[in-house]
C-alpha cells in the first residue's frame, strides 16, 4: 500500500465531492426526483465501499496508512454524508427525503420480465384477472357487510374492524397469539407439516419509525416484525398506525409472514433443494404464503367471522389493486400519487400505509413485477392444487409438503416437477392457469 498516495486520492475525493455539493447547493444540477433519489444512494453505496472495503481493510495493520489516511478517509467520509443529505433535501424533497416514485420500465420490458418467470400472460391479460378478482372480493365485501349489519356499505364494515386495534405495548402479544393460532390449525388439521423447531425458533422485533415508512404492516420470515405506532409519531400518523394494524386485519399477515407463510417455506428452503436457489422467484415466495390466505379462506372455519372475513378480503383486494396499480405505474398509465390515492378508494387503505405501500413497491429495490407476484402465485398454486388434490392425486398434506422440496422456483416450473414433465432446454411458458370469472 502505498500510503502517501492514497491519502492524496482521498482528499482529491474530498474536494471533488465539495464541488458537487456546492454546485447541488447553487441549483446547478438538474434531475428528477427518482434519479435525484438514486444518485443519493449511490453516493450512500460509494461512502460505505470507503469505509468497509478499503479503509476498515488497512487500517490498524498498516501503521504508515493510519498516519497518512486516517484524517483525509474522515473528511472524505463527512463530505460524501453532506453530499448524500443535500441531494435528498434539495433535489428529492418532500416526506423526509423519501421519493414516492420510480420510473416505469415500460410493456416491453414488462414482457421480458413475464417470460424470464414463466408467467405466460401479457400485462394486460394479468390486470384483467386482477379485476376479476377485485370484482369477486367485493361481492364477498358486500356479503360480510351485510352480515355485520352495514348492509352493502362494505367501508362501514371495514371502518368498524378498524377501530379494534390493541392498546399501546399489547401488539406483539396479539401478534405472536395469532400466529400460535394459524399453526395450531393447520397442524389440527393435518393441512402441512410443521417441524417444531421452524414454529419455536422465530424472534419477535418492533419496527421503528423509520422502517414503518416503507413498510406499514408487520414483516416475517426468520422473524416477526410488529408495526406499531411509536412514541415519537404524530398524533393523527399513531391512530392510522394503530387502525390499519388491527386484530382482524393483523390474523390473515400473522399467517402469512410466519405458519405456513414464509416462516415455514424459508425454513423448509434453508435444508432442501439447495441447488436450486438460484431460481428463486417473488412468484413462489410471495404467492405461497399468499395462497395459504385463500385456501383457508375456501375452508370455511378459519375465518369464520363476519370481521374476519372483511380483514382477509381487505387483503384479497390489497393483492389486486397492487397488482393493477404496479403494472399501469410501469406502463406509465398511473403515477405514484395516483397510486396511493387508488389504493385509499379501492381498498380503503389509511393515506399513510398507502403512501408507505407505494413507497415500497417503487423505492425499496424490488424487481418489477414483485408486486404482482402476491396475486399470481397464489392463483398459481390455487390451479396446481386443483389439478392435484381436487382430482385425487395428492392430499392437501402431500401437496404441500411436495411444494416444499421443491425451492422457491416459478410455479410453472414446479409444476412440471410434480406432475414429472420433461421439458426441453428452450421451453417457455404455456400454462394457463387462470379461467374468469365474469
Known sequence: MQAERAAQRLDD????????????????????????????????ELREHLRRDFFAFYASYDPLFDWWATEPWKAADEALGELALAIRAKLVGGNG?????????????????????????????????????YRWSE???????????FGDDWRQALERIKAQSEPPGRQPELVVGLAREAADFVRRHDLVTVPRLAE?????T????????????????????????????????????MRGNNRHLARATALHELIPGHRLQLFAM????????????????????????????????????????????????????????SLRFHTGQLTAPECVDLLVRW???????????????FDADYPPLYQAAYLVGALQLLELRRELVDAGRLTEKQFHDRLLTLGAVP?????????DTELDSDYKARWRWYKLRT
Open 13 to 44: 475525493v474530498r474536494a471533488g465531492v465539495v464541488g458537487v455539493r456546492r454546485d447541488v447547493a447553487r441549483d446547478r444540477v438538474r434531475m428528477g426526483r427518482a434519479e435525484a433519489a438514486r444518485a443519493a444512494g449511490v453516493v450512500d
Open 347 to 361: 381498498v380503503g387503505h389509511e393515506r399513510a400505509t398507502a403512501e408507505a405501500e407505494v413507497r415500497r413497491w
Open 206 to 241: 418492533m419496527m421503528s419509525a423509520e422502517q414503518q415508512r416503507l413498510a406499514p404492516f408487520f414483516l416475517g420470515g426468520p422473524s416477526i416484525q410488529v408495526a406499531y405506532p411509536t412514541a415519537d409519531m404524530a398524533q393523527p400518523l399513531k391512530r392510522m398506525v
Open 411 to 419: 410455479v410453472e416450473l414446479a409444476r412440471a416437477l410434480l406432475l
Open 97 to 133: 427525503g423519501v421519493v414516492v416514485g420510480g420510473e416505469p420500465i415500460g410493456r416491453e420490458a414488462l414482457l421480458v420480465e413475464l417470460e424470464a418467470e414463466l408467467v405466460a400472460y401479457s400485462p394486460e391479460e394479468l390486470v384483467e384477472i386482477a379485476n376479476d378478482q
Open 139 to 149: 361481492r364477498q365485501m358486500r356479503e360480510a357487510s351485510r352480515a355485520m349489519g
Open 200 to 204: 419455536e425458533t422465530y424472534r419477535v
Open 270 to 325: 434453508e435444508r432442501r433443494a439447495a441447488h436450486r436457489r438460484g431460481l428463486a422467484t417473488p412468484f413462489f415466495v410471495e404467492g405461497w404464503a399468499t395462497y395459504w390466505e385463500m385456501a383457508l379462506w375456501r375452508r370455511g372455519d378459519f375465518f369464520d367471522s363476519p370481521e374476519g372475513r372483511v380483514g382477509t378480503l381487505f387483503w384479497r383486494m390489497h393483492r389486486c389493486a397492487r397488482l393493477v396499480l
